[in-house]
């Protein structure tokens, strides 16, 4: 596991295993390769289960019926814990074993499937392809992860972009590839752990910045429901890597 790097390092590399990064005055990211995770034996992956997960977890997953479905929620549980313990670490010298991070999904109302922790921090989750990502803060936090892929006219309508955008905003928002625009939107409605229960055109993009940021303003629709605060008091970085695009927003 490589601890210790920077955004810089961000890569989405199917042979590494997981790796711990750092956001320059952000939050704490993993990335965990759900391929690397396949191509062990089912020894190894029950001897990670065993060391990273708690009991409950782990009586948990022997309900996962289905293979895929079983190490997806494995990858996604090992990304959250590794980054609240790699926080942890970071920030206040605590060392934290990840079987006692205890992760949740809110289950009930507009957050539902909302991952959080029993700890004082924000987490997001993501996954796509062979990667899970997770990024950990000590507030509100949303990330998402898409394989670069095709597509058509109905996407392309869900991420057009708002009329009433300045013209040179606008055309750079035009520039942006279809991906980078969806994973934008669905890190700002996982943050505020709606998901894709509000329409995604509710997220209105107004800028794609030169330094890998954007800013967003919310439609009527989701407004009503967001937490308190302006948009403007997040912080974000975009990111096309190595056939994924990567969005991330936090407070």
Request: hydrophobic share 40%; charged share 25%; glycine share 10%.
């Amino acid at each position: 596991m490589g601890e210790g790097q920077h955004e810089r390092d961000l890569a989405f590399a199917p042979g590494l295993p997981w790796r711990v990064l750092h956001i320059e005055g952000g939050p704490t990211l993993t990335v965990v390769s759900i391929a690397w995770l396949h191509r062990r034996g089912p020894a190894m992956r029950a001897a990670l289960e065993s060391q990273h997960l708690s009991a409950p977890e782990a009586a948990h997953a022997g309900k996962l019926i289905l293979p895929k479905r079983r190490l997806d929620w494995f990858a996604g549980r090992l990304a959250v814990k590794s980054a609240v313990a790699a926080h942890f670490w970071r920030h206040s010298d605590t060392r934290v074993r990840t079987r006692d991070v205890h992760v949740e999904v809110e289950t009930k109302g507009l957050r539902a499937g909302k991952p959080h922790v029993d700890l004082p921090l924000g987490v997001g989750l993501a996954h796509s392809g062979d990667f899970a990502v997770a990024a950990c803060g000590p507030n509100t936090i949303g990330v998402d992860l898409e394989r670069n892929r095709p597509m058509g006219p109905h996407f392309a309508d869900l991420l057009a972009v708002p009329p009433a955008v300045e013209p040179g905003a606008r055309r750079r928002l035009e520039d942006m590839p279809l991906p980078l625009r969806w994973a934008c939107k669905e890190a700002v409605l996982k943050a505020f752990g709606f998901g894709l229960r509000f329409d995604p055109r509710e997220v209105r993009l107004t800028t794609w910045c030169p330094d890998g940021g954007f800013t967003w303003r919310l439609g009527p629709e989701i407004a009503a429901y967001a937490p308190p605060g302006d948009s403007g008091s997040y912080r974000s970085l975009v990111r096309e890597i190595d056939g994924y695009a990567f969005a991330l927003v936090w407070r």
